[in-house]
């Protein structure tokens, strides 16, 4: 069993930055692959990015290369999201989520093993 939990959302202006935070507490975090997805008002769930369980291989949404940046520190039992260059449409709920599976995180989100509970990330124009 992992459990999740997100720290760091907040408000900041366009053009800034913020740093997500994902806490895994539970057995075996590095046998895990992570994700970030994130959910605006009105709007489906949409994936981010994702690290794989040895943080070997990363991979972005278009919307966020080359501003969001995923890592992971599997002593720390932690995966952050560096976020710069912050526009309002980046504006969401920030999730963590957890799977064996690297290509779940992709293939079959809605189905993932554990997440968390959210983030707000508001960004002002």
């Known amino acids: 069993q992992v459990q999740l939990v997100e720290s760091g959302g907040g408000l900041v202006q366009a053009g800034g930055s913020l740093n997500l935070s994902c806490s895994a507490s539970?057995?075996?975090?590095?046998?895990?692959?992570m994700g970030w997805f994130r959910q605006a008002p009105g709007k489906e769930r949409e994936f981010v990015a994702l690290i794989r369980w040895n943080g070997g291989s990363t991979y972005y949404s278009d919307s966020v290369k080359g501003r969001f940046t995923i890592s992971r520190d599997n002593a720390k039992n932690t995966m952050y999201l560096e976020m710069n260059s912050l526009k309002p449409e980046d504006t969401a709920v920030y999730y963590c989520?957890?799977?064996?599976?690297?290509?779940?995180?992709?293939?079959?989100?809605?189905?993932?093993?554990?997440w968390g509970q959210g983030t707000q990330v508001t960004v002002s124009s």
């Open positions: 539970g057995r075996s975090f590095d046998s895990y692959a």
């Open positions: 989520a957890a799977d064996r599976a690297t290509s779940a995180i992709l293939l079959r989100p809605q189905n993932l093993e554990y």
